[in-house]
């Protein structure tokens, strides 16, 4: 076995909370495992002459309810929370995922970005008149600003039932 492909517990929880993953079963993926992952499978079968069961997959939430084609990571386990990286098919890992996913981490982050957009909106908003008139004009539209988008973001989030990358990670549930 290639010890770059041995992942613990810990490991495989990190990734899946940074890029917004799920660590399942592999019996709950809705997509076909491809050829290249199963023919390795058999090599590491014959290779090591064991059965190899109880595989799980790191992939997006949709591959696991949507018949969608996502780009999962197979894993067996291999004792004492340890797991061994099978096949890796196609690009779920990519920088810009972990950056647009960066929102949903956790609440820290959610309010994090609320306030960068919070700041960004107060700085393009124009206030030159209105500062004449009123002195705190612009900590009054960052406020405003602040409270709307953590509300209307907020809102959104978990009336469509969504959760931070923390809580979903291992989380086994099909929708309907």
Known sequence: M???????????KKICIDYRLRFLDSSLFANKIPEEALT???ALEKGHNIKLEGFKIVAPSK??????????LL????????????????????????????PFKNIVYFLLFCLVVSLMGTYFTP????????AL?????FLFLF????????????MMRKNFNNMIWNRPFKEN
Request: proline share 4%.
């Open 137 to 141: 004009a612009p900590l009054i539209i």
């Open 75 to 102: 894993f067996v386990p291999i004792g004492n929370n340890y797991y061994y990286l099978i096949h890796q098919w196609g690009n779920d890992l990519a920088w810009y995922r972990k950056l647009v996913v960066l």
């Open 2 to 12: 290639e010890t770059e492909k041995i992942f613990h517990k810990n490991q495989i």
């Open 63 to 72: 591959a696991f309810n949507l018949k969608n084609y996502d780009d999962p």
């Open 127 to 134: 206030t030159n008149n209105l500062s004449k008139s009123v």
């Open 40 to 42: 390795k499978i058999i």
């Open 147 to 158: 409270k709307s988008i953590v509300g209307t973001i907020a809102y959104y989030f978990f």
